[in-house]
């Protein structure tokens, strides 16, 4: 290991944040909406965030995709993979896409496209970080923990070429 790592987000900060927008979303999406976590890097937040609906009254059903547009490196390839597809029918379904970094936009801009193609009523999405500065896609999530500068973050489920993935706290790594 040779980067530094520096702790930018506390485990109470994040679980705050984690119940907040699960109210949030508990408002606006109705009883029982159809979330779908993308892997691997939103698996932890998508646990948490569904345990937080649940306290406050939602019983969702739950999914996963995988899609890639990182190798190991820290830079979006700007080619999105489909690795893991979820389950088809989703007509009539309010459905909440829910991943780890909304970075360029080209992993959710295509869930959000696949899920619509699928028969989803409404599809909504909902990011953990949000890099604003780094889009080159023009989508905007519509729940969001937190927004940060261009750092690389790591742990809560997001990695740094698969490590890191276990902290239970945001950090930011550098080189
Ligand atoms: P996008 O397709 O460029 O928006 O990238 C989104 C995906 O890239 C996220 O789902 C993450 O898996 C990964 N990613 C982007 N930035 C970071 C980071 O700072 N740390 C870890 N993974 C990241
Ligand atoms: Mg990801």
Redesign the pocket.
Same mark, same amino acid.
């Given at each position: 290991m040779t980067e530094k790592v520096f702790t930018l987000l506390t485990e109470a900060q994040i679980t705050k944040r984690v119940n907040a927008l699960a109210e949030e979303i508990a408002a606006d999406l109705g009883p029982e909406p159809h979330v779908v976590g /993308?892997f691997k890097?939103?698996f932890v937040f998508a646990a948490d965030l569904i345990r937080a609906m649940h306290r406050h009254g939602v019983e969702p059903t739950m999914d996963f995709m995988h899609i890639s547009? $990182?190798g190991d490196g820290?830079e +979006?390839s700007g080619q =999105?993979e489909l690795n893991i597809d979820c389950r088809d029918n989703l007509e009539g379904r309010q459905v909440l896409v829910v *991943? *780890?970094? /909304?970075? +360029?936009?080209?992993? #959710?801009t295509f869930a959000v496209e696949h899920l619509k193609k699928k028969g989803a009523e409404r599809v909504t999405t909902c990011v953990l970080m949000d890099?604003p500065s780094?889009r080159t896609l023009p989508i905007k999530a519509d729940y969001i923990g937190f927004q940060v500068p261009n #750092?690389? =973050? =790591?742990g809560y489920g997001?990695? $740094?070429a698969e490590r890191y993935r276990e902290l239970p706290y945001i950090a930011s790594i550098r080189k």
């Open positions: /993308l890097g939103a547009s $990182y820290t +979006s =999105v *991943d *780890d970094i /909304l970075d +360029s936009g080209n992993s #959710l890099k780094r #750092l690389f =973050v =790591v997001m990695d $740094y």
